[in-house]
């Protein structure tokens, strides 16, 4: 391609940027990358302070990375495993891509020298616990911080220089919790969610797992993919995956964390949020843990996630128990407090109004939506399966039936939680 010639050969940035105006380059090929002229390269080098947006990735939260329109983070877990992790490394370096790594403390321990080569080659590395518990929802601080510390120390211990550990963390399976949050939150870590998987950690084909990815990434038009450096799918899928961010104008963003020597990229509290809010933007926007397991290093226990196809917007995830999610519920336009005032004691009906109301913000069109409500009317529905159970109704009516067959499970907790506080 032209374009990516002229960037390789002069290194200029105007050169650069004139380039890309005149052939409105499908990929940013911003990287100069000696012997892969072609490389996807990384396009910015995004620097975040953990302390002032400690939680982010909206498969769970409210804020995610302040990326633009076809910008792409790339996160690996649960290794390094030399056998796989190598070839993603390799393929990385082929592409000039940085990536970030979240560790495993006692395959940093077994594998040290795997750390230091993703450091060497200028990934950002944080951590993902000592031994990968699935459990991190209900475990106890005693339990859980030695699990977090172990894969720090483990990992920093890999390390040449330990400073190059970033402050990021990422729970195994996304089994949030909101003391494990405060209590990475209060060392100033910051937790990592992700924006959508692609599901390479079940036994699906490499093919599956390119599809997923890029489907899912179309849905949003940027965020961060979770991806999984110890499986033979996700090294096969890498390829195809890179081949076609390329094709479609994607652009991979390195994530770094402030120091004193380097502070945080400048930006806006709306940059945090995917999609801004507005007055029709239901809450459930910002669901809840997702309810399946992520693969331990070596065997595969049966996930119950299936296909997040379905987790674009308006589309409600039911709310789980946590007092945080009550806390984000509270501060985001609908629903109002109202909805909250029941008569004592009738969960039922305050779980029909709550879903019904839910169901209908999502589903039911707004004359004042504008473009974005036109442009996701073209959109199929793709069906909805386990990623949160119950499934999310479809109608308010179903809505209702669901709450109320419900009643008995984690909505009832909701309701719980939020009678304490009012
Ligand atoms: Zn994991």
Known sequence: MIGSSVVVRTRSWLVLCLGLLTVGAPAAHAADCPGHPDALGTSRTLVVDPREHPRIGTMQYRETLPLKD????????????????????????????KATFFIIGSQAKANPEGVRKLVAAGHTVGTHSMNHPLTFDRMPVEKYEPEINGGIEWTSAAMTDPSKLAP?????????????????????IQVWSADFPADDWRHVSSDRVYQLAMQRLEAKGKGI?????IQARTV????????????????????????????????????????????TTP?????????????????????????????TEHQPLLPRRTKGQV??????????????????GSVEVLLSTTLSRLAMAAETPRADKGKA??????????????????????????????????????????????????
Request: hydrophobic letters at 40%.
């Open 70 to 97: 076809h910008e792409v983070v790339l996160t690996f877990d649960d290794g390094p495993l030399p056998k796989y992790s190598n070839q993603v490394l390799k393929m990385l370096d082929d592409e000039c891509i």
């Open 168 to 188: 990021f963390f990422r729970i195994p399976g996304l089994m949030r919790a909101e003391g494990v949050e405060n209590y990475l939150i209060s060392r100033g």
């Open 225 to 229: 993919l979770l991806l999984h450096d």
């Open 236 to 279: 096969a899928a890498l390829p195809k995956i890179i081949r076609d961010l390329k094709a479609r104008g994607y652009r991979i963003v390195h994530v770094v964390p402030a120091t004193a020597d380097r502070p945080a990229t400048p930006t806006t509290p709306v940059e945090w949020l995917l999609h801004p809010p507005t007055e």
């Open 283 to 311: 809450i459930v926007r910002w669901p809840a843990v997702p309810n399946f397991v992520f693969t331990e290093t070596r065997t595969l226990p049966a996930p119950a996630l299936s296909d997040l196809n379905a987790q």
């Open 327 to 344: 806390d984000i519920a509270s501060t985001l336009p609908v629903p109002g407090r109202d909805l909250f005032a029941i008569p004592e």
């Open 373 to 422: 409500a036109k442009a996701k009317a073209g959109k199929p529905h793709a069906p909805r399966t386990a990623h949160a159970a119950p499934a999310a109704p479809k109608h308010a009516a179903q809505a209702k039936n669901t709450a109320l067959k419900n009643t008995a499970s984690r909505p009832t907790r909701v309701a719980t939680s939020v009678k304490k506080r009012a």
